[in-house]
């Protein structure tokens, strides 16, 4: 079964992107632009996280966030908070009222995708698998191993956490921007060109004595794990 996502935000344009990434993840999503909304779907449906605005119609999400955390149903429910509150002492309120975790509005996509796959695996790691595979190559994120063709890989961190970002997502092409918000977090300041660097080493570990490339280059857009890597091979 689909891990499920609950969005709660008035903001139309905003719900509409955050379900489009989300939904391109593979979770089920959907949306409620009331709190009061929200508080029924959430018993109906159940969701395994939602995604809270602080400021919403009908009910606010703070006091949706309070009733969730009294109810033995959703006592356990992973909430990120989604808010245009910056200060300190509101970031303090949110995740004492019982939020797990915390954002700042303008955000970036690829790190509240991070965040939700993080919270996801630690509330419901049998939600999250631990393996990846595409073609010949496998990725174990708990024992922090890559393998192709049956042989291990040796990678650097910030490789290994590149292969998995990418792996989690064939097909889509990331510009280097959205990799070094995915890869690195949005608050560190890395050179863009960087990414090309880190690349390169990933190409040169994985290929090794093969001639096929699970990386595709996209001139003027990014990165992306080919989604045809292995298929072609298979099917020659």
Not at 117 to 126: M, Q
């Amino acid at each position: 079964m689909s891990t499920r996502i609950l969005i709660v935000e008035d903001e139309e344009p905003l719900t509409m992107l955050l379900r489009y990434n989300l939904e391109s993840e593979g979770y089920e999503v959907y949306a409620a632009a009331r709190g009061d909304e929200a508080d029924t779907l959430i018993r109906e449906a159940r969701p395994d996280l939602v995604v809270l605005d602080w400021m919403l119609p009908g009910l606010s999400g703070i006091e949706l966030c309070r009733r969730l955390r009294t109810r033995p149903e959703t006592r356990q429910l992973p909430i990120i908070m989604l808010t245009a509150r910056g200060e300190e002492s509101e970031r303090i309120r949110g995740l004492s009222t019982g939020a797990d975790d915390y954002i700042v509005k303008p955000f970036s996509v690829p790190e509240l995708l991070a965040r939700v796959r993080a919270l996801l695996r630690r509330s419901n790691p049998e939600r999250v698998s631990n393996l990846l595979s595409a073609g010949d190559i496998e990725l174990d994120r708990e024992k922090k191993r890559v393998s192709r063709n049956g042989k291990p890989v040796d990678l650097g961190p910030t490789e290994f956490r590149l292969l998995e970002f990418l792996m989690e997502r064939p097909g889509r092409v990331f510009s280097r921007e959205q990799l070094l918000d995915g890869v690195w977090g949005s608050e560190i300041y890395i050179d863009e060109r960087t990414v090309d660097v880190h690349v390169g080493r990933l190409r040169k570990a994985l290929n090794h004595g093969h001639a096929a490339d699970p990386i595709r280059t996209v001139r003027g857009a990014g990165y992306a794990l080919d989604d045809r890597f292995g298929k072609v091979e298979k099917s020659a």
